[in-house]
């Protein structure tokens, strides 16, 4: 049984595989190329992340 995603969902996860490098997605949201070794980024390495939100959590960890 596959989990239903939501459209929002697929979107955020197709970015953060386009933003990791993991994916190559065309002019016409077609995905061209994807790296098989992967360098385990985390989201934090990737997201676009304000630097007020880096520093609360950098003092506030999990």
């Known amino acids: 049984m596959a989990p239903s995603l939501t459209p929002l969902q697929i979107n955020v996860i197709i970015r953060y595989l386009e933003?990791?490098?993991a994916i190559v997605v065309d002019a016409e949201s077609y995905i061209i190329w994807a790296r098989k070794d992967q360098d385990r980024l985390t989201l934090g390495d990737v997201a676009e992340i304000s630097g007020d939100l880096?520093?609360?959590l950098?003092?506030?960890?999990g």
């Not at 950098?58 to 960890?61: A, G």
């Open 58 to 61: 950098e003092k506030h960890p």
């Open 54 to 56: 880096k520093d609360y």
């Open 19 to 21: 933003r990791s490098g």
